[in-house]
């Protein structure tokens, strides 16, 4: 099975996503796989409301291991189920607790693992921000790193938010090369695009 | 940067421990990929699966091999072409002899051959059988053909390669290796271009085997001679065995394998120009280093590349003491 990891600096909205994705895709309750840095995996059903309040939040590296979701898309006459994995927040300087610098390098392991790679920015902030603050060096590297990987695209979150659309402008001149989504997690804005892109890629 | 990790593995765990940030792992990251020394592994990999030529190429010697493998090329081509235009194509009978002391490459090549005329589509599997007489020869009468048939039937579509092959004229007149040898003949006749049967043992004893056997030389019209390798031969097969696994001898390692060489090729006339003998040497080398390694103190990139005279000397050791003694054995 095809594996499609989210990557992106904390609070994008990765985890966020996947709910959300899972739930556009016609699930109400998910089994999230849950890998953590030292190799252990266990499992964990949740309503997917449940799981939003438990996992999604305002404060960076809720997420500090890899969780999965399997999810299926019509593609051709067929379905094909892909592994859509969230993974931890990936953040410049040195990180003082080892569990988040573990999980910041078991994403980066997952990407070499991935077919298809999200890449999720937070065009709210990267709008509100202005390029030099927003698109950090961060995100430029990952993008230029994950795209020798496979199949890479950006997602354009949160855009439901005020400012978000100068955002998309800078993420958009920003990465020429790239296709970019705009949606939104919470409002599941622009997912049918991403669906089909999915499709398309897996 | 680029020489800074050793793997990517590495990488990740100085991100955990927190010795480097996420900007400079990516970066990292991105030099291990594009360094060449990840390039000559991928292609090594890959190498095996989809192109036999390039891996005859790399064989040190040889050129005879090489040479005549330009001629099935060309020939299969040029038939290939000819049956397109409704021309009459030839089959190609390609039964071969391999002569040749131990260590020198023929069964190395055989397994290439197999590839490679499966490449050519000469043979549409390109498998290779390697048998010796025990798998040809029953214990009962009648046993033999009916064994030796069944080596033949698991080979069709490819190579059947009998080791020591002269072996099977060995024992006389009522020896049942004469049997073996006729069902192969008949066999060589009925599955004419789904399989290639290949001869091989020492020089000496297969021209003798022919002479015994005057049918046979003239079913096998490639007849492939291989020579003793070369004093500096020999060396370039350690170089290349040594860069294939990543490592490297010092100059005065170098200068002691060079004298070893010499003085086994010099006192153990069997053992000369013998490419096994060098791997042996070489691999005993490598596990010599990987003991003085563990018991030294911290690794570094470097260290765990480097084969010193030292271990050289150990790993030989062991070697010139077993060939002494199968010397003695056979003097007996």
Not at chain 1, 172 to 180: D, G, I, L, M, S
Not at chain 2, 261 to 280: H, I, S, T, W
Request: glycine residues 8%; charged residues 25%.
């Amino acid at each position: 099975m095809h594996k499609c990891l989210i990557v992106g600096k904390p609070n994008v909205g990765k985890t966020a996503f996947l709910l959300s994705f899972s739930r556009y895709l016609g699930l109400a309750q998910v089994e999230l796989r849950v890998r953590t840095s030292d190799g252990s995996i266990h499992a964990k059903r949740r309503s997917i409301d449940c799981a939003y309040t438990e996992l999604v939040g305002p404060v960076p590296h809720i997420t500090q291991e890899l969780q999965s979701v399997v999810l299926e898309l019509p593609v051709g006459k067929g379905r094909r189920s892909f592994e859509l994995v969230d993974s931890s927040g990936i953040m410049d300087g040195i990180h003082a607790s080892p569990v988040v610098r573990a999980a910041m390098a078991q994403t980066l392991e997952a990407v070499t693992a991935a077919k298809v790679i999200i890449h999720i920015l937070d065009a709210a902030a990267i709008g509100l921000l202005g390029l030099s603050e927003g698109v950090g060096v961060i995100d430029r590297d990952l993008a230029e790193y994950a795209q020798q990987q496979g199949e890479y695209f950006l997602l354009a979150n949160k855009m439901d938010l005020a400012g978000a659309q100068r955002g998309l402008q800078i993420i958009t001149k920003a990465f020429t090369q790239v296709q970019t989504f705009p949606v939104s997690a919470l409002t599941m804005e622009g997912f049918k695009e991403v669906k089909r892109h999915v499709a398309r890629v897996i | 940067m680029g020489s800074k990790f050793s793997s990517t593995r590495e990488i990740y765990q100085e991100l955990a421990k927190g010795n480097i940030t996420a900007v400079e792992a990516i970066h990292a990251l991105k030099v291990m990929q594009s360094s060449p020394a990840n390039v000559a592994v991928d292609r090594l990999e890959s190498v095996p699966s989809d192109n036999a030529k390039e891996e005859l190429a790399k064989l040190i010697g040889l050129k005879n091999v090489k040479n005549l493998v330009r001629e099935i090329e060309a020939f299969a081509k040029i038939q290939r072409v000819r049956q397109q235009l409704g021309l009459k194509s030839e089959s190609l009978v390609l039964h071969m002899i391999f002569k040749g002391n131990p260590g020198t490459g023929k069964t190395t090549v055989a397994r290439i051959f197999g590839q490679l005329f499966k490449e050519l589509e000469v043979l549409n599997k390109g498998h290779v059988v390697e048998v010796e007489r025990a798998d040809l020869v029953g214990e009962y009468i009648g046993h033999t053909a009916q064994r030796t048939r069944e080596q033949v039937k698991k080979a069709v579509g490819g190579i059947l390669f009998i080791d020591e092959a002269y072996s099977l004229a060995r024992g006389g007149e009522k020896d049942f290796g004469k049997e073996a040898i006729d069902t192969l003949v008949k066999a060589m006749e009925d599955h004419k271009d789904e399989i290639i049967l290949i001869l091989a043992g020492y020089r000496r004893e297969m021209e003798q085997f022919l002479r015994i056997n005057p049918g046979l030389s003239s079913r096998f019209p490639i007849i492939l001679d291989f020579p003793d390798y070369s004093l500096s031969e020999l060396i370039q097969i350690a170089e290349l065995m040594l860069s294939q696994r990543e490592y490297s001898l010092t100059s005065s390692a170098q200068n002691c394998l060079f004298s070893l060489l010499k003085n086994l090729g010099d006192n153990y006339d069997e053992n000369r120009g013998n490419a096994r003998l060098v791997r042996n040497i070489i691999e005993r080398a490598i596990r010599q280093q990987a003991v003085r390694l563990v018991a030294s103190g911290p690794l570094n990139r470097e260290k765990l590349q480097v084969i010193t005279e030292g271990d050289i000397k150990a790993a030989t050791e062991e070697t010139s003491a077993q060939m002494f003694n199968r010397w003695q054995a056979e003097r007996r």
